[in-house]
């Protein structure tokens, strides 16, 4: 994580103070792990941006390494001059998450020689980035020292933005196989995923089959995988046949996605693969998810998407499952299930078992490869995106539960979520026409999510039960 950092300074305020606050903020972003790019000593005052050639100056330096900044901070360890901040944004283009930090004043420190009115000065140069058009983010608190426990945790929160807006540009999803005929509920516009910068690299099963009967069950790639699953999950139950096809399916995939440099995907499974190939994908699949290469079922392009964009906040695993059962009486608690494909991340403890809805018409033996278990009692963000053809956006809703450690009977793998005015969600859902899949991640990362869908890539988001109601 590489940030482009601008050091505010006003003349008439203490400007040593600049000097002292980039050193803060370095200290800061070092202790985070993060790289800086900034104007140093020798090319400003103090390594700060006043006037119009210091930020000439960091614009051009920003532009140099346009690759490597993964997001911008501002940080006003006095007034700060706004129109040098804006004009360096403007001019670097960079496009990229922007935090805007300022350093509180000490009551006991107010004379002219220390003085910083930060507080004041942050307003200004938010309003001047409103005036240029350049979209912002703030810290939790209005002021916030560089080496406060609180800027530490909104920079944690702002590189999860960061990342999940970086993830989600220019990224390229691979659709293995056609959406299977009775999931109407899973179809979305390319066109307008395109239009935000996201494409999608088709594969017809056909094609998928066709190098699976080609390869060689000695090929290095197939025996690597075989090897990789067996050291997976417990497949003791599984017959050998099975665990060879799901090899040669997951060396195929694995070849044509480095090959169309494709990131995540989502694979038709309902019947086909079980049809024509004997197995289900959901070893295979929960391999790529537990390795961040987030794979969703049923060709669910927008589902694979949440699961990124949740995969990216948190740096963990993702699954996409299903709103699928009510627990009893508890009006906020449910069941979530898939077959399934669930990274073992996600698992009490887990083994591979057949697939026993699909088991029932087209037979056990070509049913293996699921992923069986219980879900962890962990925390849990749940998120979902959803193209609106008629809209012609992206729209979604995010929040917040946990994972519960109640008692569960049943098969695939799920666990009972519980979720604070439940109903309210679920009205939600109903009553705007989103689909029955959700994302889910064992971490609270829905806050990052949110800014990174709204104020930088544009969508629509609902967040249920945002914290102080805002």
């Known amino acids: 994580m590489t940030m482009g950092v601008i050091v505010g300074n006003r003349g008439f305020f203490p400007d040593h103070l600049a000097k002292s606050g980039r050193e803060e903020m370095m200290r800061a972003l ?110 939790s608190r209005h002021t916030e020292s560089p080496d406060s426990p609180e800027f530490a945790s909104d920079l944690e929160w702002f590189a999860a933005v960061c990342r999940i807006v970086k993830g989600l540009r220019n990224l390229r999803v691979g659709a293995i196989g056609a959406r299977p005929t009775a999931f109407n509920t899973v179809r979305y516009s390319e066109k307008i995923l395109e239009a935000n910068s996201i494409s999608i690299e088709t594969l017809d099963l056909s094609e998928i089959l066709g190098r699976i009967q080609r390869i060689k069950d000695t090929d290095d790639a197939v025996q690597a995988k075989l090897e990789a699953i067996h050291g997976y999950v417990n497949s003791s139950n599984v017959p050998a046949p099975p665990l060879l096809k799901m090899a040669k399916l997951g060396a195929v995939i694995d070849h044509w996605m480095a090959a169309t440099e494709v990131s995540i995907s989502a694979v038709q499974c309902w019947t086909s693969l079980e049809e024509n190939l004997g197995v289900v994908p959901c070893t295979v699949m929960s391999m790529m998810s537990n390795e961040l290469l987030s794979s969703a079922c049923e060709t669910d392009i927008c589902g694979v998407l949440a699961m ?36 073992k991340h996600f698992f009490r403890s887990a083994k591979m078992d057949f697939q026993e809805i699909i088991a029932g018409t087209v037979g056990k033996e070509n049913t293996f490869g699921t992923c069986v278990g219980l879900i962890k009692p962990d925390p849990m963000s749940f998120a979902r995106f959803s193209t609106d053809d008629t809209a012609g956006t992206i729209r979604g809703y995010i929040g917040q539960g946990r994972f519960t450690d109640d008692p569960l009977n049943t098969f695939g793998g799920a666990g009972v979520v519980e979720i604070a005015r439940m109903q309210k969600l679920l009205h939600f859902i109903c009553e705007n026409g989103f689909e029955h899949h959700v994302a889910a991640n064992l971490s609270h990362v829905a806050s990052a999510i949110h800014e990174a869908a709204i104020r930088y890539l544009g969508w629509n988001m609902y967040w249920h039960e945002r914290p102080n109601g805002g």
């Open 30 to 139: 070092a202790a985070a792990n993060i790289e800086i790019v900034a104007l140093t000593t020798e090319e400003s005052k103090y390594g700060a941006v006043e006037t119009r050639d210091e930020s000439k100056r960091c614009a051009e330096l920003f532009k140099r390494n346009q690759n490597r900044i993964d997001g911008v901070i501002v940080t006003l360890p006095n007034f700060g001059d706004e129109r040098a901040i804006a004009d360096t944004l403007r001019g670097a283009d960079l496009r990229v998450p922007v935090l805007v930090q300022a350093t509180p004043d000490d009551p006991k420190k107010m004379t002219v020689a220390f003085r910083r009115d930060s507080f004041c000065g942050k307003m200004s140069v938010c309003n001047n980035l409103r005036q240029y058009g350049i979209p912002y983010s703030i810290t």
């Open 308 to 343: 990124h964009a949740l995969q990216l906040a948190s740096c963990t695993p993702s699954a996409l499952l299903d709103w699928n059962n009510n627990y009893g009486e508890n009006p906020d608690k449910a069941v979530c299930f898939h077959c399934s494909n669930l990274p």
